[in-house]
């Protein structure tokens, strides 16, 4: 069994330095996996190499059964822009764009006409509590508003996968528990995976499971359930 996205023996090496070390993990549709560790630990480089920005020296990256690891770059960049939605810790908007637009952008990247890329991203903005402020530009929204923003941007090409690295680092608890919380429920809504990264045990609580990463290598595994 695969699941959506796997990484079997990953390895990546930096110089002297190991970052993977042979990672096996995978996430299913629907399903969100976090990836805690210690600073250092491997957790960025095993959130790039799934997501096909890093290339692993050894192991596979395989999305629905098929390995992606070996793609040649454009495939790739094609792969990412169409099959992965991605959620940094800074929403990384386009100040210059209201709301609607940021979100409409990955669309209009693909050749979607503007009004209807439009259109197609103003859906978003009710499910994620953001009615209203579809012609807000970045600079007149809350931290919270804006991460969610970008929460729509990486949902509307409707993907296989979301990767999120450190999505609530920039907010108070109170914002990045409603943030992480809207993540979860409207990824696995649409059914998308989740793979988080995250340093934030209560943040880490709300998905299905965790992995705890040390030295490149995975040391433990936990499964919640959050009522
Ligand atoms: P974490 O996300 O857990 O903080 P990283 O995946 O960023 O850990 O890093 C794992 C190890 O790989 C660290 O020792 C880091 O210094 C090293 N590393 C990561 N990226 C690079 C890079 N581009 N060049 C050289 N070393 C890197």
């Known amino acids: 069994m695969t699941g959506a996205l796997a990484g079997v023996g990953l390895v990546k090496k930096y110089g002297a330095t190991t970052a993977l070390a042979g990672v096996d993990v995978a996430v299913g549709e629907s399903e969100s996996l976090a990836i805690m560790g210690p600073s250092g630990s491997g957790k960025s480089t095993l959130l790039h190499t799934l997501a096909g920005i890093v290339r692993p020296d050894g192991g596979e990256v395989l999305l629905r059964?098929?390995?992606?690891?070996?793609?040649?770059?454009?495939?790739?960049?094609?792969?990412?822009?169409?099959?992965?939605?991605?959620v940094?810790?800074?929403?990384?908007?386009?100040?210059?764009?209201?709301?609607?637009?940021?979100?409409?952008?990955?669309l209009m990247l693909e050749g979607v006409p503007r009004r209807?890329?439009?259109?197609?991203?103003?859906?978003?903005?009710?499910?994620?509590?953001?009615?209203?402020?579809?012609?807000?530009?970045?600079?007149?929204?809350?931290?919270?508003?804006?991460?969610?923003?970008?929460i729509a941007r990486a949902l509307v090409i409707e993907p296989d996968v979301v990767f999120a690295d450190e999505p609530t680092g920039a907010l108070d608890?109170?914002?990045?528990?409603?943030?992480?919380?809207?993540?979860?429920?409207?990824t696995r809504e649409q059914g998308a995976a989740l793979v988080m990264v995250t340093h934030?045990?209560?943040?880490?609580?709300?998905?299905?499971r965790i992995v705890q990463v040390r030295d490149g290598r995975i040391s433990a595994h936990s499964q919640y359930t959050v009522a």
């Open 65 to 86: 059964g098929e390995r992606i690891d070996r793609l040649g770059e454009n495939r790739l960049s094609e792969l990412r822009r169409t099959r992965f939605g991605f």
């Open 88 to 106: 940094f810790q800074f929403g990384q908007l386009l100040p210059e764009l209201p709301a609607e637009e940021n979100v409409a952008l990955p």
């Open 116 to 150: 209807r890329a439009v259109q197609r991203a103003r859906r978003w903005f009710a499910p994620l509590g953001l009615d209203g402020l579809e012609r807000r530009r970045p600079g007149g929204l809350s931290g919270g508003q804006a991460q969610r923003v970008a």
């Open 173 to 186: 608890q109170v914002t990045g528990t409603e943030v992480v919380r809207l993540l979860t429920s409207v």
């Open 200 to 208: 934030d045990a209560d943040v880490a609580a709300r998905c299905d």
